[in-house]
């Protein structure tokens, strides 16, 4: 069977795959039946995300609260004034550490912080003194006041940390265990910056496969899988089974008659991730468009003429699309401003409990996503932080013309 985006809040066992898929190395996250996520590695060492440069200050555009930094030579980023906490301000000319916080995209450069941060399976560790974050995720009262009271028990505070989900299933001991590997990589870092050349790397984060690796929930996930021997080997000595992903399958793909893509229907799943229509199960189906600004999603009633009765036909299809839509953000990484435009519904109580749903499923993605809310035209506003290309780019290709039909997987 094909397997095709989430649709449920089920709790299944997942599995990272790795393989190679039109020419690039991808990461691809199965559920059974589904797909969740699929990232393509970047094409150049230099382009991942969290790398730390000594970058060179270029321009300095005071209305716009921004300076434009020479981070590689010939490639500029923006970067954010309100960041800067030096003891003058800063003018051209100017050499500081500065780390990739978003990618570029299309015409934008990429987004550069010198709010530093490193990060582990259990936590981010960032420059910004004293600021303790929790994942959202974690709910367990309990739970996060022991670990506030630890966190403030602790002697160094010249460091922030955000407690990623993964934290929750483990000792606390281990928490802190990994906060003091990541401080004293950061406190070199720091020492680092004051005797490099520009454009010099200070840092750079884990391989693709490690970092895909690392961002697995332990609870959540069966196997790892690939069939590219290299990533197999480095993956073996990396150390992570034995600590944080212990229990957790790894295993090389030999089987040289029946490809790994072939075997998870890969190039299928592609091709839909990149389609403009998607067909739900109902008849009904989404148009999905990206654009410079935005992303809009049209939702249609199509081929869902049964024997119901109009708004429940409306209504039904509206809380299908909901669950379609926001499986497909992950799945395509878009990000931004995202509108989406439901099939007008009679009742108010139909909106609120489509907004209820929706916000339900949303909060499934591991991308911090908000349904903001429904504006006065009827459209659905979200919003989902942005920090790597969508899909689309990543395979520099845009949306096919073909229909893409969920009934079929």
Not at 325 to 339: D, P, V
Request: charged share 25%.
């Amino acid at each position: 069977m094909c397997l095709s985006p989430w649709r449920s809040l089920e709790k299944t066992l997942n599995k990272l795959i790795f393989t190679k898929l039109r020419g690039k190395t991808v990461s691809v996250l199965a559920s059974p039946g589904r797909i969740l996520q699929i990232e393509a590695a970047p094409s150049e060492e230099n382009e991942r995300l969290g790398t730390i440069y000594i970058g060179k200050v270029r321009n300095v555009v005071k209305n716009l609260g921004a300076a434009f930094v020479e981070y590689q030579p010939g490639v500029n980023g923006y970067y954010n004034l309100s960041e800067w906490d030096g003891p003058r301000p800063l003018k051209s000319g100017d050499e500081i550490p500065v780390q990739v916080a978003r990618a570029a995209v299309k015409t934008k450069d990429a987004v550069l912080s010198t709010n530093l941060s490193l990060t582990g399976h259990y936590v981010v560790l960032t420059s910004q003194a004293g600021k303790l974050g929790i994942s959202a995720k974690i709910r367990d009262g309990a739970w996060r006041t022991e670990l506030k009271a630890q966190w403030e028990s602790r002697p160094q505070k010249e460091y922030g940390l955000i407690v990623r989900t993964n934290a929750y299933t483990v000792p606390f001991d281990r928490i802190w265990e990994e906060t003091d590997f990541l401080l004293q990589r950061l406190c070199k870092i720091r020492s680092d910056a004051g005797c490099r050349t520009c454009y010099s790397i200070l840092f750079q984060p884990e391989s693709f496969a490690m970092q895909a690796a690392l961002n697995v929930r332990k609870s959540e996930t069966e196997e790892i899988v690939t069939d590219i021997p290299e990533i197999y080997k480095e993956l073996c000595q990396s150390g992570l089974f034995s600590g944080p992903l212990s229990g957790i399958g790894l295993r090389l793909y030999s089987d040289e008659t029946y490809p790994l893509w072939a075997l998870y229907h890969l190039e299928t799943a592609l091709d839909r991730a990149l389609s403009r229509q998607v067909w739900l199960k109902s008849g009904g189906y989404l148009v999905i468009e990206p654009t410079e600004a935005m992303t809009v999603i049209d939702v249609n009633t199509g081929k869902n003429t049964g024997k119901k009765t109009a708004p429940e036909t409306y209504f039904n299809t509206n809380l299908e699309a909901a669950s379609e839509i926001a499986a497909q953000l992950r799945l395509r990484n878009l990000s931004g401003i995202i509108l989406v435009d439901f099939i007008d519904m009679e009742t108010k109580e139909q909106n609120e409990e489509l907004l209820s749903g929706f916000r339900k499923y949303l909060a499934l993605d591991p991308v911090k996503t908000i349904l903001v809310d429904m504006t006065a035209l009827g459209l659905v506003e979200i919003t989902r932080k942005k920090i790597k290309r969508p899909l689309h780019e990543q395979f520099l290709t845009g949306f096919s013309e073909k229909t893409v039909d969920i009934k079929k997987t």
